[in-house]
């Protein structure tokens, strides 16, 4: 592990990878999702779901859009919430963001199995270790959420996952499921090391392939994903 003193109060540890470019890769992407200063997300339509008031106070000094929690794992039990998201999901969609850890990634997969796939956009933040300011201790983790993570990383993570109008979003030629599968990313005897390769060139946490899938095709044209998939074992 290696820290950085970063603003007051938050120290933030970042992981150091077994092999050395992947300490290289994991910088980069960290430095480039903090470059952004300043800049607030633009107004977003889509109503964005995260996991309770902390995250939702945070996210309001990045964006004036409609923010609903899930108030952790309340929403399991809550069946007229989940009535009101899947109904806003279906009208005007929704914007999951939730932590980075095993119950957000649970919290993610449990709201877009009720509110429908058609309408959902998953913005992720990056798995960074450390300790929320108002908490004693960290999580069970030791990772940074939402209500941690510095707001110009969430208006950059919201612009990077395109939180944007259709019209400002174009279409490209899409990464498939055999793509993956043809460039040793699922199906292959070292797969999960390349997966995590891609997720740090990219500077996301762990998550399935699918999920990973996903999110490629958010960040990257195709030339861009078919460059990165050569570089791995260069």
């Not at 990383?153 to 043809?182: H, M, N, S, V």
Request: aromatic letters at 8%; glycine letters at 8%; a positive charge.
């Amino acid at each position: 592990m290696k820290r950085f003193r970063v603003k007051r109060g938050m120290t933030l540890v970042i992981r150091l990878f077994d092999f050395p470019w992947k300490l290289e890769i994991r910088k980069e992407a960290i430095h480039h999702m903090t470059k952004v200063t300043g800049v607030l997300a633009k107004i977003i339509k889509q109503t964005i779901i995260v996991e309770g008031k902390y995250d939702k106070i945070k996210l309001k000094s990045v964006t004036d859009a409609n923010i609903i929690t899930t108030d952790g794992f309340g929403i399991y039990n809550n069946e007229q919430k989940r009535a009101l998201i899947k109904s806003i999901a279906e009208k005007t969609g929704i914007i999951i963001l939730t932590d980075s850890d095993s119950a957000g990634r649970r919290i993610r997969n449990f709201v877009k199995s009720f509110a429908g796939g058609e309408n959902i956009l998953n913005v992720h933040i990056p798995g960074v270790f450390g300790k929320e300011k108002r908490k004693s201790a960290p999580s069970k983790e030791n990772i940074i959420g939402v209500e941690g993570t510095d707001k110009n990383l969430l208006a950059e993570a919201l612009k990077r996952f395109g939180a944007c109008e259709p019209a400002e979003c174009p279409q490209a030629k899409k990464i498939t499921k055999a793509d993956f599968y043809e460039d040793g990313f699922s199906g292959k005897e070292d797969s999960a090391k390349k997966r995590e390769y891609l997720r740090g060139r990219l500077g996301l946490p762990y998550m399935p392939a699918n999920s990973l899938l996903e999110c490629a095709n958010i960040l990257l044209d195709y030339d861009e994903y078919k460059k990165i998939a050569a570089e791995y074992g260069c």
